[in-house]
């Protein structure tokens, strides 16, 4: 009776220890939902944004490519060129993804191609910062050239209060209209023009992942 009493007690332990372990993993996967449909939002607006740099940059360097069509269109050409290079890092949740990992609890998820597709959404990050990585460099070698064309006084007089830029209404003068310097800055805008463009394949893919994995959890736990 004494045995049976002491197994029956580590059998409703092991119960016990099962629900709770079934509670944390669900409260997991809702924390892991929250944080996907939060990066979805982000990846969304981001999304806009970069078609419409790119889009912007794609007319800076027809320009540049062009000389004819700088002469008399230069305060188009500083708008262009100060507003489309801006790349803002793809700021991406993963607090839920971090806490799994360090703390061990992946363990939690039950099934191995839940815990794959978890992590196979993550791995996309770090080749969207490897990509950022190569643009900000080409970006650094635009800035050297740009400097030498563009007058520092006028991206400044196209600074709003608000911190915005806004494109000039006259047609100042460039510093230089050496065809040389720009046909150097035409070819870094076309780098950083092919490393937005993978950027934005990438985020594609993952806001892809994302809606496939979201769709996933929410039926294999029960949760719509």
Do not use: W
Request: proline share 3%; glycine share 4%; net charge neutral.
């Amino acid at each position: 009776m004494l045995f049976l009493a002491v197994f029956c007690g580590f059998l409703a332990e092991n119960i016990r220890e099962h629900q709770i372990e079934q509670a944390r993993e669900k409260q997991y996967i809702l924390s892991l939902i929250a944080d996907l449909k939060e990066n979805d939002q982000v990846i969304s607006h981001e999304l806009n944004f970069q078609k419409t740099r790119i889009v912007m940059m794609d007319s800076m360097i027809n320009m540049l490519n062009n000389p004819n069509q700088v002469r008399g269109h230069e305060g188009l050409l500083y708008y262009f060129a100060r507003i489309s290079p801006r790349l803002r890092t793809l700021t991406v949740n993963n607090r839920t993804f971090e806490q799994l990992k360090n703390s061990g609890n992946f363990r939690l998820i039950r099934k191995i191609e839940t815990s794959n597709r978890i992590m196979a959404y993550y791995e996309s990050i770090p080749l969207i910062r490897q990509i950022e990585e190569l643009y900000f460099g080409e970006f650094d070698h635009y800035k050297t050239i740009a400097s030498r064309i563009f007058d520092p006084a006028v991206f400044i007089s196209m600074e709003t209060k608000n911190g915005e830029i806004a494109r000039t209404d006259q047609n100042p003068p460039l510093q230089s209209y050496d065809p040389n310097l720009i046909k150097q800055l035409s070819i870094f805008a076309v780098y950083m023009n092919g490393s937005g463009r993978g950027i934005l394949r990438v985020a594609e893919e993952l806001k892809r992942k994302g809606g496939i994995i979201m769709d996933y959890l929410q039926k294999e736990y029960h949760l719509q």
